[in-house]
T-cell receptor, first 114, second 110 residues
């Protein structure tokens, strides 16, 4: 059981470039999330999805887009990379957070925009 | 202002010693509180979950406490091991909203 898999693990982008951070889970979880973690700060929610075809903005959605065409996959798209998007990105999933289910996190993608 | 404040920001202890990490929150209405352990370069992993009616919960050498009246939680680590070196993150849930603390970075030295 792989859990939540994120790719790539590291990436360096130039300002203005675009990229997609991949996230897939094999636990049949309905809920999926993208967080960013900046040094000395708590994780901030970028986007989340409560099921295939349904996505919604979190606290810090600007500069990002997501899609959820399948239950398993929840890619995060950066269209015009900016230095402010330098961060560590975590994808997470849960079965039913309303029942107190914890999140399963991926191992993260460290992104640097130069 | 972050609604979940953790202290200390970082902590260094010797192997075998105990330590206590603090989490104060203003998130409302309270649903539950989780402590996560995040190893360097990895995603957070859940240690314990506390609901409103629970005061204490243990998971091996980890013991979490919750005072819902004062909105404080602590994570006590007993007989620390080198593998306890990690960041410990307090996460408070209010309805469908999760609020993450910035974490306490614990280093256990031999």
């Amino acid at each position: 059981n792989a859990g939540v898999t994120q790719t790539p693990k590291f990436r360096i982008l130039k300002i203005g470039q675009s990229m997609t951070l991949q996230c897939t889970q094999d636990m049949n979880h309905n809920y999926m999330y993208w967080y960013r973690q900046d040094p000395g700060m708590g994780l901030k929610l970028i986007y989340y999805s409560v099921g295939a075809g349904i996505t919604d903005k979190g606290e810090v959605p600007n500069g990002y887009n997501v899609s959820r065409s399948t239950t398993e996959d929840f890619p995060l798209r950066l269209e015009l990379a900016a230095p402010s998007q330098t961060s560590v990105y975590f994808c997470a999933s849960s079965y039913d957070p309303g029942q107190g289910e914890g999140y399963t996190f991926g191992s993260g993608t460290r992104l640097t925009v130069v | 202002k972050n609604q979940v404040e953790q202290s200390p920001q970082s902590l260094i202890i010797l192997e075998g010693k105990n330590c206590t990490l603090q989490c104060n929150y203003t998130v409302s209405p309270f649903s539950n509180l989780r402590w996560y352990k995040q190893d360097t370069g990895r995603g957070p992993v859940s240690l314990t979950i506390m609901t409103f009616s629970e005061n204490t919960k243990s998971n091996g050498r980890y013991t979490a406490t919750l005072d819902a009246d004062t909105k404080q939680s602590s994570l006590h680590i007993t007989a620390s091991q080198l593998s306890d070196s990690a960041s410990y993150i307090c996460v408070v849930r209010a309805n469908n909203d999760m609020r993450f603390g910035a974490g306490t970075r614990l280093t256990v030295k031999p």
